[in-house]
Structure formats: C-alpha cells, structure tokens
C-alpha cells in the first residue's frame, strides 16, 4: 500500500513562493521499475477538486492553464519525493493541496488516481 504524506503548505503573502513535498512509502517515486506517476491537486472549500499538475514516471508534464508558468512539479528519485515549486502566487491559489500517485502515464483526472495525501494547506494573502 502507497502512503503518500504532503508538507511545505503555509500563510504567505500574494506574489511570494511555497515548495510542497510529497514523500512516499516503499520506493514509489524513487525506481523506474516502479513507474508511479504523481499529481497535484487542491480543492478550496465549497469548490470541486481540481488538477493542478503532472508528472509522468519518466518526465513528461502536465500542468493546468490557471499555474502554467507559475507552478513547477518536479521529483528527485533519490529522495523518493515530489515537489510543486509555487512562485508567484494569488489569493486565488488558496486551497487543500493533495499529492496523488498513479502508475505510470500521468494524468489531469483524480479519478485515474489510486493513492492520496492526506493534505496540505495553502493559505495566500493579499
């Protein structure tokens, strides 16, 4: 069983930056042979979970138009972690930050998805 735990989330102030992690159990991240993908996700209260960026076992990524260019998801499988470098951000960015973890291709739909965080939260001020 994959466990997925986020951290990095915090209060900030709009236009500053946040790093989340996601660190996974076994070695999810951390072995091609494993080729588990990873996704970003928040949901804010009231409002639907919505994708946030992707990236595949070997590389490739996917990020939604509302942080393409603000947001960069990376991994570093010698630390079997996942990150989502957040720059310039926006009140409207506020929200439950959640990693997921999939096999293989990535994918903007949580429904693909069969691992999940437990969240974390971004909270940005204006």
């Known amino acids: 069983q994959v466990q997925l735990v986020e951290s990095g989330g915090g209060l900030v102030q709009a236009g500053t930056s946040l790093r989340l992690s996601c660190s996974a159990s076994?070695?999810?991240?951390?072995?091609?042979?494993?080729?588990?993908?990873a996704g970003w996700f928040r949901q804010s209260p009231g409002k639907e979970r919505e994708f946030v960026a992707t990236?595949?076992?070997?590389?490739?990524?996917l990020y939604a138009d509302s942080v393409k260019g603000r947001f960069t998801i990376s991994r570093d499988d010698a630390k079997n972690t996942v990150y989502l470098q957040m720059n310039s951000l926006k009140p409207e960015d506020t929200a439950v930050y959640y990693c997921?973890?999939?096999?293989?291709?990535?994918?903007?739909?949580?429904?693909?998805?069969?691992?999940w965080g437990q969240g974390t939260q971004v909270t940005v001020s204006s």
């Open positions: 076994e070695d999810t991240f951390s072995s091609y042979a494993a080729g588990y993908a």
């Open positions: 990236i595949s076992w070997n590389g490739p990524r």
């Open positions: 997921a973890a999939r096999r293989f291709a990535y994918s903007d739909r949580s429904t693909d998805y069969d691992y």
